[in-house]
């Protein structure tokens, strides 16, 4: 038999601790964006993430999890996601890096990424970049009550697919809340019109993975590094977002 998929609903109080694990998520993030330069280890880059969530009286979401040694995942290049920081991966000028972090407050998770261009970049790199950014807005703009979670899926293949790009299967958004990982799945890919109704309090975290060459991906010798096949370049954005009556609230947003 399959298992019925639902999606937790939360309440008004519940998505405003939520908001605040995600305004950590987000200025974290930023920090990290400033000071990820050539010369800079992706082990660096983990001191800071961790010592900021600190600072900020929040525990690392992901130190810890399922076993995994770091707080931030950092994926440089053809890593597509969940990197694990290293001080003998040093950034050089024309490498780009994915950066997913998260965080706990009052037992309430924020999830958030971005890729950003180390130095100046390749055409093909940059415009990977902005059409990973954009898809994810494309499937945010579908997070309105009553839509379906394949609207959103639909969404972010169009527009990553109409820009010469592929997007990876193997990896999808969720639900998120008590849990890092909750129901329902949310892929990157699909049909419109088709999947679990969206209605106000539900929360997901939407993570397009694009793909500059095909959407193959394996898993490295450590258990975790995914890249793609074909060592092509990889980007990852990814938000958290309430569906609420006024539609979507993305609770991690970066301040600008």
Known sequence: MFRAIAADVKSAKEIAVMREAGAIVAEVLSILAGAAKPGVSTKDLDVIAEREIRARKAKPAFLGYRGYTATLCASVNEEVVHGIPR??????????IGMDLGCVVKGFYGDSAITVPIGRVSSQAAALIQATRESLDKGIEQMTEGNRIGDIGAAVQAHAEAAGFSVVREFVGHGIGRSLHEDPPVPN??????????????????????????PDVKILSDGWTAVTVDGALSAHFEHTIAVTEDGPEILTRRPH
């Open 87 to 96: 001080a003998d991966k040093v950034l050089r000028e024309g490498d780009i």
């Open 189 to 214: 890919y699909g049909k419109a019109g088709t999947g679990l109704k969206l209605k106000p309090g539900m929360v997901l975290a939407v993570e397009p993975m694009v793909n500059a060459g095909g």
